[in-house]
């Protein structure tokens, strides 16, 4: 005691009378000295190592508090004049906050900033002394440590120790149920409030082993009450990552993780050792263990069935001594990779040999059980016996086989039908032109008139047909189509039957809508659409048809709508698009058009809906790909 007396006396003494000692110590103890003048606040003294830490050249700032009031933090800033005003008027308060200064270059400088008052014989604050100390590196890894727990969906806490005042996470109060508004306000006492008094000794115990150094970290598993009033397993785990000047704990930081669940299963695992032994023997797929070299250790009687081995006849084998040969060396290779770590289990299709000699269809899953220093203890596999669906899945690929046979044929016919039936109908009607050429006399015969009509329809139908046959086995692409140059070119192209009509067509579409189509089909289908509506307009009002568009998002649906005469959808409504349907007495009427057009757009992807009344008019909905 006397020694650490004498040369404390020196060591005042010597820094009295020697600078150099004192310029010393502030230059290597401390990041920053100031002195304040409470008098004359606007001088204030900052030591060269002040603004060295901030990237500042000392020679070219003013010892004023101007000087560095605008590089602080502007809430740090707030924090520190608040605990000021405490401490001038209690010495008591300590004046100490962590503030952020902005450097020079323009990162952010984290200080823990204390003081204290200088008073005169009345008490009276006169100077203010204060110290910086750099903790930039310790905030910056306090930060990342955050930000790592943060993105674990783990619970945090901190925790200072001498003020007891304490932070929790959203992710903390969570775990028990809560909001951190619902517990606010927060302090160590929520903690223990919510904990199992069983548990508040040893978390006591393990928390003094901490502050007396015996343990570098706090660990303890324990219990808290949920909001809903059941318990809820955690696991708490912290250090003491500051320490005050006289070797206390000040702050510790920590984590709060969610282990009811593993609980739950270490409990349920306890009670069903015995429940799984007779899972085991009796599941409804076959179950083995094997040992690292592939042997058998047990099997259940599912899968002795499926192989058609006894487990005691198993027992003398491999795996790989029932295995196909050709599945063999993919097996062995997952095998491998399962040992090595480079997967934690795998699934394989393969095939056994049974007892009898014949294949067995199997699906394979196998994981891996290893010790605590990493030696595969036995694999775990699972065996469902896949045989009769492999063998409906080949009835399936057969059928799949011919079907598309029976299609190439079909398409193949359709070729040659539609080809070879036009060419025989154009054949006929051209020898019945021959004969009237002929024999003139004979043109108003009434049973070459008859033919002659038949021939017509008969071309007229094959035409139809030819058609419908071509859209059925289009092959054309697609293409971007402006909807609004269709419609104006189909109206442009019918004006005349529009104007003896005297119909009123509105295409009220935006010019900017492009739709995804072939461009023969979108033609087709506005000219077939727009003729439909000319066509059966009402003698007794005066008729139109507006064309507009309603838009999704991959979608665009164009509106027909008309006030003409309409159709019974009650009686005609699964009619509407048939082939040679049609339902009103009109000489041009052939109800091809409406089939024809629901087969177009149905090709581009696309469907056509209509709703009418009689009477009143009709709307056709295309609603085509944009």
């Not at 010393?24 to 401390?30: A, S, T, V």
Request: glycine share 6%.
């Amino acid at each position: 005691m006397m020694n650490d007396n004498y040369l404390k006396s020196e060591l005042y003494s010597s820094i009295k009378n020697d600078e150099q000692i004192f310029d010393f110590i502030q230059d290597n103890c401390l990041d920053g000295l100031w002195y304040w003048d409470l008098e004359k606040p606007e001088n204030e003294w900052m030591n060269p190592r002040f603004w060295h830490i901030l990237g500042y050249n000392p020679n070219e700032m003013l010892h004023s508090p101007s000087a560095w009031q605008h590089i602080i933090n502007q809430n740090d800033l707030q924090v520190a004049i608040d605990n000021l005003q405490k401490h001038l008027a209690n010495e008591n308060h300590p004046y100490v906050q962590i503030v952020r200064y902005r450097h020079k270059e323009g990162h952010t400088v984290w200080i823990r900033c204390k003081g204290k008052a200088i008073r005169d014989q009345q008490g009276k604050p006169t100077r203010m002394l204060g110290v910086h100390n750099d903790i930039t590196d310790f905030k910056n890894k306090e930060i990342r440590y955050k930000s790592l727990i943060e993105g674990t969906n783990v619970g945090t806490w901190e925790w200072n120790v001498q003020t007891g005042q304490t932070v929790f996470n959203e992710r903390w109060a969570n775990i028990v149920g809560f909001t951190l508004d619902e517990l606010a306000p927060i302090s160590i006492e929520t903690w223990m409030k919510l904990a199992h008094p069983d548990d508040l000794e040893e978390s006591g115990r393990r928390l003094n082993e901490c502050f007396e150094k015996k343990a570098e970290y706090y660990e303890f598993e324990a219990r808290m009450r949920h909001k809903n009033g059941q318990w809820v397993w955690v696991f708490d785990r912290g250090k003491v990552f500051e320490w005050t000047e006289d070797g206390k704990p000040l702050m510790m930081y920590g984590t709060h993780q969610d282990i009811n669940e593993r609980k739950k299963k270490e409990e349920e695992l306890s009670i069903s050792e015995e429940a799984f032994r007779g899972n085991f023997e009796n599941a409804a797929i076959g179950m083995a263990l094997l040992d690292p070299n592939g042997k058998w250790l047990k099997i259940n009687k599912k899968l002795s069935d499926i192989v058609g081995y006894s487990e005691e006849e198993l027992l003398k084998l491999t795996f790989q001594d029932i295995t196909h040969p050709e599945d063999l060396d993919k097996d062995l290779s997952l095998l491998q990779e399962l040992v090595q770590e480079k997967r934690s289990h795998y699934h394989l299709e393969k095939r056994y040999y049974h007892k009898l000699g014949h294949i067995v269809h199997i699906f394979l899953a196998v994981s891996m059980v290893k010790n605590n220093e990493g030696e595969v203890l036995y694999f775990i596999s699972q065996i469902i016996d896949i045989s009769a669906l492999k063998k409906i899945e080949n009835e399936i690929k057969s059928l799949l086989t011919i079907t598309n046979e029976q299609n190439a044929r079909l398409r193949n016919f359709a070729h040659i039908v539609s080809h070879n039936l036009r060419s025989h109908s154009s054949g006929i009607s051209g020898i019945l032109e021959l004969l009237k050429l002929e024999y003139p006399d004979i043109a108003n015969n009434e049973l070459v008139m008859l033919a002659t009509r038949g021939a017509i329809n008969l071309v007229q139908t094959v035409n139809d047909l030819t058609e419908v046959v071509q859209i059925n086995l289009n092959e054309a692409k697609a293409s971007s189509i402006n909807l609004f140059d269709v419609i104006q070119k189909n109206i442009e192209s019918l004006n005349m039957q529009i104007t003896q009509a005297g119909i009123d067509v509105n295409n009220k579409v935006n010019k900017q809508i492009y739709i995804k189509g072939v461009p023969a089909y979108v033609d087709s289908i506005v000219l077939n659409l727009i003729t439909n509506a000319i066509k059966y307009r009402s003698e007794e009002r005066k008729s139109y048809l507006n064309i507009d568009v309603k838009i999704t998002e991959s979608k665009v649906t164009v509106l027909f709508e008309d006030n003409g005469l309409g159709i019974d959808l009650k009686r005609n409504g699964d009619k509407v698009f048939g082939m040679y349907k049609t339902f009103h007495q009109h000489q041009d009427s052939r109800g091809v058009g409406l089939f024809i057009t629901k087969n177009q757009i149905e090709s581009m992807g696309g469907k056509i809906k209509v709703s009418s009344e009689e009477n009143v008019g009709t709307t056709f909905s295309v609603t085509l790909p944009v």
